[in-house]
């Protein structure tokens, strides 16, 4: 029988792997001390639970039920500062079904914890590996913001790792997330079933000017990599006005100003540019006027440009079977409080429509707040997400 004690519990117990900040907050990045630790817990309790744990080479967590199976899970990897539910709850709530429906002789359910789904090195990095939308080889050369390359960092996997997991053996995926945004705090609803998440695309760019000293040299003659970021971000604010809808979005949220001194003009700021839509077209002609206005602005401030490799996943629909299901879980669990929505964060079921059926599910995000130790949500929505979840997965509903 699904039982919510237990899941609010082990949810709880895996808070506590990272727990930082005020309130619930997490810092367990991918291939941190944390995040490792927390996966040995996990695996841990897939045994227990009666599945197999299984490592791949970049640290995905597997917990395998026999013959074909239904997968579920999401991530246990957090921001580097984040919120104790993106991806661990999908991850415990996996778990209490997997571990309900095989006490009761229920259908065959397999777990999932994927690793870096926040990107640490990449856009969700652990399952684009394992889907083969990325080969292990070209992921080992991503660096993250401090030049640690994804090969050293998942050295600390250790005599963990096993050999590949073979993704026939599931007839499907479906990932418990939270919303992680407004939508149903506001209307008062618990259950989101996902139509289609948006597509991303992702780059570094280094704008190199000329470090200087900062009281002698006079402001005509200066290159100055930083101003060059900020009359690039608001020409690209000015250019995109006529390109995007008011569900684009674009960010600029990682920036590394070197040498990032008081009294040094500034010779080098390295930045993050994302975008995201549900338009591959509209993506594409955004990608094409951040290029040519950094282009434009380097060139007018005596700058050079370099930009990293694009990263990126385009948008994808949700299996109708699949997803069908959930819709008829949320009718019978929430009547009256559920709705069909897109899904603007990404999620590792992108990568896994590659392979196979994919379907999601979200509950609310109180005041729609997420990547941050704020993020939370009421007890009885988690336990709504996970009745729904199960009763999809069809697994038995009576509750201990
Ligand atoms: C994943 O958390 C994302 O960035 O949407
Ligand atoms: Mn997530
Ligand atoms: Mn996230």
Request: charged fraction near 20%.
């Amino acid at each position: 029988m699904i039982s919510p004690d237990r899941f609010l519990a082990d949810l709880e117990r895996l808070r506590h792997f990272g727990a930082a900040g005020v309130g619930k907050g997490v810092v367990r990045p991918a291939y941190t001390a944390p995040d490792v630790e927390a996966r040995d817990w996990l695996a841990a309790r897939m045994t227990e639970a009666g599945l197999a744990p299984r490592f791949d080479a970049m640290g995905n967590l597997f917990g395998l039920a026999d013959g074909p199976s239904l997968l579920l899970g999401s991530h246990s990897d957090s921001q580097p500062t984040g919120g104790w539910l993106d991806g661990a709850l999908g991850v415990i709530a996996a778990l209490e079904v997997a571990r309900a429906s095989r006490e009761a002789g229920g259908p065959a359910i397999s777990v999932v914890s994927f690793e870096d789904e926040e990107g640490r090195f990449g856009v969700t990095t652990g399952s684009a590996v394992w889907s083969g939308g990325l080969s292990l080889a070209e992921a080992d050369v991503l660096t993250d913001h401090d030049g640690v390359s994804l090969a050293q960092a998942r050295a600390i996997l250790g005599d963990r790792v096993g050999p590949d997991i073979d993704p026939a053996q599931f007839t499907g995926f479906v990932e418990m997330h939270i919303e992680q945004g407004p939508t149903l705090d506001t209307v008062g609803e618990q259950i989101g079933v996902v139509t289609e998440i948006v597509g991303i695309r992702d780059r570094v760019i280094t704008l190199t000017g000329q470090q200087n000293h900062a009281g002698t040299t006079p402001m005509a003659l200066r290159r100055d990599a930083f101003q060059g970021l900020a009359a690039f971000n608001a020409r690209l604010n000015e250019r995109f006005r006529n390109v995007v809808t008011p569900q684009t979005v674009w960010t600029i949220g990682h920036v590394s100003v070197g040498p990032n001194a008081s009294s040094i003009v500034p010779g080098e700021v390295r930045f993050s540019m994302q975008w995201r839509d549900g338009d591959p077209d509209r993506l594409g002609r955004m990608e094409e006027i951040i290029e040519s206005t950094v282009q434009e602005i380097a060139s007018e401030m005596g700058l050079t440009v370099a930009f990293g490799p694009l990263l990126g996943l385009e948008p994808v629909k949700m299996d109708a079977d699949l997803r069908a299901r959930l819709e008829q879980a949320a009718d019978m669990i929430a009547p009256g409080a559920w709705r069909t929505m897109p899904s603007g964060a990404l999620h590792d079921a992108t990568n896994l429509s590659r392979l196979m059926p994919v379907a999601m599910l979200f509950v609310p995000s109180i005041g729609g707040i997420s990547h941050a130790f704020e993020e939370d949500t009421d007890e009885q929505d988690l336990v709504a997400g996970l009745r729904v979840l199960a009763h999809a997965a069809g697994v038995d509903q009576a509750l201990t």
